[in-house]
């Protein structure tokens, strides 16, 4: 990566990557640690969210509770731009392995403070304002990793193969968060997600990663403010970026609200209770788990551009009939197809993304994409329920689900985007 003053980083652990261009991704030994890595931090997250909210619930009011778990995701939100600054600035890898390394420091001190003290609200806000922080490095930079440990062509099999680690770290670290604080209360979950992040960082350890060419590892020196600003033009003057990092945002808003905080009252609505909830989330799990199998088999999906925006155009009829179709099972099916054609859409927008984007821009951008992922569309959330307070949920189905298409529309309408192709 390019160094603060215009000289190449020796990064460690480079590896030519163009001798192993026809080896699979999913029998790379140097991309199956990247994914062991982000699956067991994947688990992490979702026991360490789950001891905190249980803490929270122990230690405080729901209200209290709910300021805990909101505040790790106001400085996630502003600093991520800036963690994907200095993912390109010093190095993914570099970032990547520090960030982890804090998080599994934090979250082991926290099990260890709790082995002696209550957890008293403070603390609990601490913990969760500098988890947000270091979250806000660690995102951009492990996703700007698979560009860097694997060939071009490999990059929708690695997306496939990230979107089935993140379903199973779904499916499994909830779980495992229950046991660890059934057996020993909220230190021992924080102990759990601590140990998950220090096999995470473990694993990255041990990963290599290509060099950036003579030129790319030639930029000017700037400021850091110089750095992002500079990153985000390279994102607006890309006849593919700018509208896909659009189209992006756009279909995020779209169905984030539905499926979140939208789905729970529409099983209020209609009596479905928590169980039929519980099926609805499992089959749009089940049909996103589907789609990432697809890619990580397949490698490749030709004509890459047209079938993401394909993918939305024919899924926003699946979000808006879900709150007008008239059981759990009918549901069931509507979130299964979404699930498959968001599951493709997404994955395909990720390789996309790191195809064309260039290397030594690549943190900038992934953290602008995860900022509206992971930062801004939660935020929809509150409105949406207002929404349904005031107008039902089969008029703010319709709503997102028009959203949602219209990030389909922008697809298609650029060119850059609907003839997109991914690498051979």
């Known amino acids: 990566m390019s160094a603060p003053h215009g000289t190449r980083h020796p990064e460690a652990h480079q590896v030519d990557l163009s001798i192993r261009a026809e080896r699979p991704a999913h029998r790379d030994g140097n991309v199956l640690r990247w994914l062991g890595a982000y699956a067991a931090s994947a688990i992490g997250d979702n026991v360490y969210f789950l001891a905190l909210a249980w803490a929270a619930a ?18 996630r939100a502003v600093l991520m731009l800036g963690g994907g600054v200095l993912a390109d600035r010093f190095g993914p890898r570099r970032v990547v392995i520090g960030s982890d390394a804090v998080r599994c420091a934090v979250v082991l001190g926290t099990a260890a403070a709790l082995l002696f003290t209550a957890p008293a609200l403070w603390l609990l806000v601490t913990v969760a304002l500098v988890f947000g922080a270091v979250d806000a490095l660690f995102l951009p930079a492990v996703g700007a990793l698979p560009p860097r440990i ?20 779904n499916v499994v670290g909830a779980p495992l968060g229950g046991l660890a604080v059934a057996v020993g209360g909220s230190a021992s979950a924080f102990l759990a997600a601590g140990a998950l992040f220090a096999l995470s960082l473990g694993l990255l350890c041990a990963v290599r990663i290509g060099p950036l060419s003579a030129d790319e590892a030639r930029r000017p020196a700037a400021s850091a403010r110089a750095q992002l600003a500079d990153g985000l033009r390279h994102i ?41 909830m519980g099926w609805i989330v499992a089959a749009f799990g089940t049909g996103a788990a589907a789609a990432s199998l697809l890619l990580a088999v397949r490698g490749r999906i030709g004509r890459a551009g047209l079938v993401l925006c394909a993918g939305l155009a024919l ?43 260039d290397p030594a821009y690549l943190g900038r ?59 051979r």
């Open 236 to 276: 607006a003057r890309h006849r593919v970026l700018a509208p896909l990092v659009a189209v992006i945002a756009v279909s995020e808003l779209g169905f984030v609200g539905p499926l979140n905080i939208g789905l729970t009252l529409l099983a209020d609505e209609r009596d479905w209770g928590a169980s039929g």
């Open 150 to 169: 694997t060939a071009p062509g490999q990059l929708a099999r690695v997306q496939g193969l990230r979107g089935l680690a993140a379903r199973a770290a």
């Open 315 to 357: 899924g926003a009829p699946a979000v808006a009939a879900l709150a007008f179709v008239p059981s759990v099972a009918a549901a069931a099916a509507c979130a299964v197809l979404f699930g498959m054609l968001a599951g493709v859409s997404g994955a395909l927008c990720g390789a996309l993304v790191q195809t064309h984007a």
């Open 58 to 75: 122990r230690s405080g009011s729901p209200a209290q509770a709910g300021f805990v778990l909101a505040a790790g995701s106001v400085p």
């Open 365 to 423: 951008v992934t953290s602008v994409t995860t900022l509206f992922t992971l930062g801004i569309a939660p935020l929809s959330y509150p409105v949406t329920g207002a929404a349904i307070g005031a107008w039902g949920t089969g008029p703010v189905f319709a709503v997102s689900a028009a959203v949602c298409g219209a990030g389909a529309v922008i697809g298609l309408a650029s060119r850059g985007v609907r003839t997109a192709e991914l690498p």
